[in-house]
């Protein structure tokens, strides 16, 4: 079972890499003012929402500026609080990974909801996004499997050894 988990938060930690990277520079875009990120940022968004057909981010609706101000308020401080709990080994890693899971997976099915009932969204779109919902459902098992790490659960320690007689 170690090895299946240790697999399992390989692909978690990329993925958390790749939300703790974008989520601030690429989909906090769709709430905040351009001017606020280098041109290159901006280029990059704009190219991506060209080349995928991404209206969603042309076009900002209400529902969509939401999920990512909660993505960037909630799902990113926890992916970076992941990223930490895979490095160390924590052993809460279970509880913030079941959280982000389950934030993700609700916010991915509205997006994909949205896709696939206004029949706009591209195939090359549907399969940028099909990834972060099969992430989402990763994070949510993860934080269901058992815990792997070595550290000891905070507030309890070792008991004290006897000597014995001899």
Known sequence: MGVFLNLIDALLFFFFTIIAICAPLIDSQACLPAHLYPKVIVDLTTWY???FGDYLMVEKPNFFVGLVWLE???AWPLSLLNLYAILRGRSWFRTTCLVYGVSTFTSMV???????G??????KLL???YPFL???V???LRGLLPYSGKTTAAGTRPGL???KRV
């Open 49 to 51: 929402s060209h080349e």
């Open 134 to 136: 099969g992430f989402a």
């Open 127 to 129: 399969m940028m996004h």
């Open 161 to 163: 050894t006897k000597k």
């Open 138 to 140: 990763l994070a949510i």
């Open 72 to 74: 960037l308020l909630f």
């Open 118 to 123: 206004s029949q706009r969204a591209s195939d």
């Open 110 to 116: 509205a997006i994909l909801s949205e896709m696939l």
